[in-house]
């Protein structure tokens, strides 16, 4: 099987791309930065230099690829820039597997990455091409490594989801289950909501923190337009810090705590749980 990986070298995209590889599939990888590319990619992979706007590489990549993943950056043109990629795979008739978000925001009124992967998937599922959606919760690679600042400084965390809890997965384990949905088209026209085993609160999420480091973490309890704000103050871009607050707004109502068997059915394992990441990246908690 080839299959291409776009946007391959952010939080999600080496995962995907290593567990394609321990399958022994021939990866083509595409984003900008070749030097990043090398420092992150699994060496076998045959990394493409490219924007998501130079079409003729990309209609080249896709015509090589029996499935290509559809991964690309939140912002203001995300969806433009994936029905532009979804029109390319139509002409090359290459099977599509396109990286969604929280499952429970994905509907015309969500949040507005959210109404962005709505409009995507919607223009997918209408693509006369093979297909599947994976529709990730928030990533423990965004989340985790956001309080680990705050705790090594300060001992504390912002916590704008009062008692509601979220079901975090790791990218390890969206990596291998996005594998098996590139590689097999029986996932055709389906679409795999992928959490983590739990669905923490961020007092929970502070617990696990402070019985890996031996050392109290305390919570902070801030609005979602609280968290947005200090975020500005920190230097995040007006959208980011938009985008920010309707996803914290999201998770605080509770929709985003649903756990599902996605992980553990297209893996054959149970998904990571919070308190084995921290474990696993607890250098970033300890000063
Ligand atoms: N973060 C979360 O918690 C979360 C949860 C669920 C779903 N999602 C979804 O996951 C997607 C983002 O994945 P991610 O967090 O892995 O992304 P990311 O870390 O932001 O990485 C973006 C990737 O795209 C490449 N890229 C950026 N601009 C490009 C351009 N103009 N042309 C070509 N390549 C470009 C980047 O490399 P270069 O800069 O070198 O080009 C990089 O490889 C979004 O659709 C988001 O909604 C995120």
């Not at 791309?17 to 984003?31: N, W, Y």
């Not at 050392?215 to 500005?232: L, N």
């Amino acid at each position: 099987v080839n299959v291409l990986v776009t946007g391959a070298t952010g939080k999600l995209g080496p995962h995907v791309v290593a567990a394609l590889h321990a399958r022994g599939v021939d990866v083509h990888a595409t984003a900008r930065d070749s030097r990043h590319a090398a420092e992150v990619l699994d060496p076998r992979t045959t990394f493409v230099a490219a924007d998501f706007a130079d079409t003729d590489v990309l209609a080249a990549e896709l015509e090589r690829a029996d499935a290509v993943l559809l991964l690309t950056p939140h912002g203001p043109r995300m969806a433009d820039t994936q029905c532009a990629l979804i029109d390319l795979a139509t002409k090359s008739r290459t099977r599509v597997v396109k990286v969604s978000g929280t499952s429970s925001g994905i509907r015309p009124d969500g949040p507005e990455t959210c109404r962005q992967h709505h409009a995507a998937e919607q223009h997918l599922a209408q693509a006369e091409i093979p297909w599947a959606v994976v529709r990730p919760n928030a990533f423990m690679q965004t989340l985790l490594p956001a309080m680990a600042a705050s705790i090594r400084d300060h001992g504390r965390i912002s916590n704008p989801l009062g008692t509601a809890g979220l079901s975090l997965v790791d990218c390890a384990d969206l990596g291998e289950a996005i594998a098996t949905v590139l590689i097999d088209p029986a996932h055709q026209g389906c679409r795999h909501v992928l959490t983590g085993p739990t669905a923490p609160t961020f007092h929970e999420i502070a617990a696990a923190i402070a019985a890996e480091t031996g050392k109290p973490v305390t919570v902070v309890d801030v609005t979602p337009s609280q968290a947005a704000d200090a975020a500005r103050a920190r230097g995040l871009d007006a959208w980011e810090a938009d985008h920010l607050q309707e996803m914290l707004a999201l998770f605080a109502g509770g929709t985003a705590e649903d756990v599902t068997d996605d992980v553990r059915s297209l893996t054959g394992r149970a998904p990571r749980s919070v308190a084995e990441y921290i474990h696993e990246h607890r250098h970033l908690f300890v000063t």
